[in-house]
């Protein structure tokens, strides 16, 4: 029999982000005020290949918009970057009489939803869930601002200690091809340095810029390092042996990816579920929503994952200044 409401499912797929909660039960709530059935598939693509799908009420996403991590679970899934599997997982969709596929993840999640649409015909909106930042066409993706925040959190705990002691501290935060996090929270966190995959980077002359601050009276020194550039070890131990200063090291690792999302991430997940819905019902088939300035904007997938995110190497110039 089929069902008579039009049906709507969503899955949360790759590196889990927080405001992932937010997002699902935005879309959940807005598609079931729009009349639509809503269907949930639990653990990523690997659940969508396997059946893991069940309907969604309301009261199925209450009391999760400030819960980090993602209710229907995420996952990375092999079998899905093969065509068969992709094939399988259209199939679920098929047998569910599901109409539109809300997929909400980092680049390779909505590599994978570009694919469903053009092989499978699937019609997918994607929404950008990353604490890095890197999805094209969108000024935020969804988790990044509370990844930064809590980064920044970690970074003023360690300026009172290194304060305290006149230490050099290294720490490192997630960012392995790129450097938006180390960017926003060095800034943020008044670091001296900051280190990026993207640019190069000149040891020895932080190496100058230590001992000038020292002279200078500066008590404590924060230095920021993206994974992809180099590890915070490595960096403790040239600034070690060169300097002869104390001198500590932290990585953050996968506490960035946790905790409860700030506001700005529930309040732009929330209008990004909203928007996947609008959209999708207005018949868009292949689609991301990104914000632009203020603005939601759906954009072609085919765009947005030939589009290179770029960071802003200003901002590196403006800490330099502000290390001063
Ligand atoms: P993220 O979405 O956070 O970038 P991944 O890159 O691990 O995380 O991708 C998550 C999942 O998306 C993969 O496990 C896979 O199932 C699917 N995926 C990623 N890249 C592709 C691809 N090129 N083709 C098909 N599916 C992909």
Redesign the pocket.
Known sequence: MPPSMKRLAILT???D?PGMNAAIRSVVRTALGRGLEVLGIRN???GLIDGEISPMKSVDVGGIIGRGGTILR?????????PE??AAAARTLKENAVEWLVVL????????????HEEQGVAVIGLP??I?NDIPCTDLSIGFDTAINTAVEAIDKIRDTAYSHDRVFVIEVMGRRNGFIALEAGLAGGAEAILIPELPFDLPGICDMLRAGVAKGKRSSIIVTAEGAATASSVQEFLQKETGYEVRCLVLGHMQRGGSPTALDRVLATRMGAEAVKVAMAGYDCHTIGLVGTKLVAEHLGVVLSTQRNVDPERLLLAEVMAL
């Open positions: 797929s790759g590196g982000s990523g693509y690997d995420s996952g990375r899934s092999p079998r899905f970057m093969e599997g992709r993840g980092g680049d390779g999640s909505l590599t994978g939803a570009k694919l469903l869930g990353s890095d």
